[in-house]
């Protein structure tokens, strides 16, 4: 396949890339021009499967007529209101219709422009929470090592990706973090490994220990860890991390921004797991990933407790964002749910689950395949490092592009996201591709 290379009177040294190579981008770039169903095209015309959808953002596919009128008709009506003391109808109505896929008691909604303003939020939200019941000496963060909670200072704070940290300082004070649970005892398991999870989530446990629960606001989890490469969390963690919190009046924070909106074959994967947080956000799939929106879901006791310490007339929460419930994005939000729901695109992604998983742990048979896993529709497979720590990785990915497929790599770490709407014949095409580049890297 070959490389797009830009003409010469459209530069690219202007663009400063995130998370990419730019000075090796600009030697071979990686164009993607156009995209349909579950395929893009090049910048030179040549087509290629999405192995990834989009980057978790557009499980329905590429292009959807049905969210891009409901973009137009909404554009044409209202481009764009103040959303401090002013409503949209849409925002409203999406907040609703959240609320009918959320798990109980999750039950209000405040919207952000993505993940990383999500969780932001989030971490606002549980910390004002406190304050507003008179304990306002629990400001301490608990997130965890390899968990990734977008980049935003309070994100890579609790977040624990070390790359995405070691530039930018020590981050806020009092975090701490847990284990991740990418253990020996539980590689090449697909699903929730059977070992280690009631001593990872006791992390929690001896850290309040040490710094006294009354400290602590939230601890802040992916339920599947993604962007770090696909950590399942193992059987009884989830539940475990429930309990202690429950215990010490500690909120639980799940960030489903990849995982949500039925990429474990349920709306969330909280209800995939039997395990409800008091704060969730969701971003990327909320809009099929056709324009940045992302929400935070609350149970209605948390947000009361703000409101209580507020006077009736005054501003109850001293956050947001210019683009908070923008008209277009509760547009595109509300056409995706549709979508969703009227092609039952969740049920879809169960039936899917199966046989994707079966694909993935068939490669712990190529020999450069360390680890395997995964849940739903989410997968990976670690590759024994090459001559520097994500050499291999990136490799791959560069030879996949070429070869007709885009996946994503994180290190050493290949990690597929299919669309809900992939055929067999699809899959098959993209895990031939795949082994053939493995086989030969």
């Known amino acids: 396949m070959s490389q797009a290379t830009p003409r010469s009177n459209e530069p690219l040294i202007h663009h400063w890339m995130p998370f990419t190579p730019n000075r090796q981008f600009l030697e071979a770039p990686r164009m993607l021009a156009r995209a349909e169903g579950v395929h893009y095209w090049n910048s030179a015309g040549e087509k290629l499967l999405d192995g990834i959808s989009g980057l978790y953002t557009t499980p329905a596919g590429h292009g959807r007529r049905e969210i891009r009128e409901a973009v137009a008709k909404q554009m044409e009506e209202l481009d764009f209101a103040p959303p401090f003391q002013f409503g949209v109808p849409g925002s409203f109505r999406l907040a609703h219709e959240l609320t009918r896929i959320l798990p109980a008691p999750l039950s209000r909604v405040f919207f952000a422009g993505s993940g990383s303003e999500a969780v932001e939020t989030a971490l606002k939200i549980a910390i004002n929470y406190h304050r507003a019941r008179g304990q306002g000496q629990r400001q301490r963060l608990i997130g965890r090592a390899r968990g990734y909670h977008g980049v935003n200072f309070a994100g890579w704070s609790v977040g ?20 991740h649970t990418h253990i020996p ?8 490994g059977p070992h280690g999870g009631i001593d990872l989530a006791d992390d929690l446990q001896r850290l309040i220990d040490l710094h006294g629960a009354d400290t602590i606001a939230a601890c802040i989890v992916e339920p599947i860890a993604g962007s770090t490469g696909i950590l399942v969390p193992p059987v009884d963690y989830l539940q475990r991390l429930r309990s ?15 995982c949500g909106f039925g990429r474990t074959g349920y709306p969330f994967a909280a209800q995939a797991f039997g395990v409800t947080p008091d704060i969730m956000t969701m971003a990327k799939a909320i809009t099929n990933g056709n324009i940045p929106m992302a929400a935070v879901a609350v149970r209605e006791e948390i947000q009361q407790a703000i409101f209580d310490v507020a006077g009736p007339d005054a501003i109850e929460f001293f956050h947001g964002y210019t683009y908070s419930a923008h008209p277009v994005a509760c547009a595109a939000a509300l056409a995706t749910l549709k979508l969703y729901r009227d092609e039952d695109l969740f049920a879809r992604a169960a039936t899917m689950a199966p046989g994707f998983l079966a694909r993935i742990a068939d490669l712990a048979h190529l020999p450069c395949v360390i680890d395997t896993r995964g849940y739903g529709l989410l997968g990976a497979a670690d590759l024994a490092p090459g001559a520097s720590p994500g050499a291999r990785g990136f490799a791959v990915m560069r030879r996949c592009f070429d070869q007709g497929l885009v996946l994503r790599v994180t290190g050493d770490t290949v990690i597929f996201s299919p669309m809900f709407i992939t055929s067999e014949d699809q899959l098959d095409a993209m895990f031939t591709i795949l082994r053939r580049v493995l086989e030969t890297i």
């Open 160 to 179: 624990g990706m070390v790359k995405n940290r070691e530039a930018f300082g020590l981050g806020l004070p009092g975090v701490a973090h847990l284990r």
């Open 244 to 258: 202690i919190c429950d215990k010490y009046g500690i909120l639980l924070i799940f960030d489903e921004v990849i």
């Open 185 to 192: 005892e539980n590689r090449h398991v697909i699903g929730q």
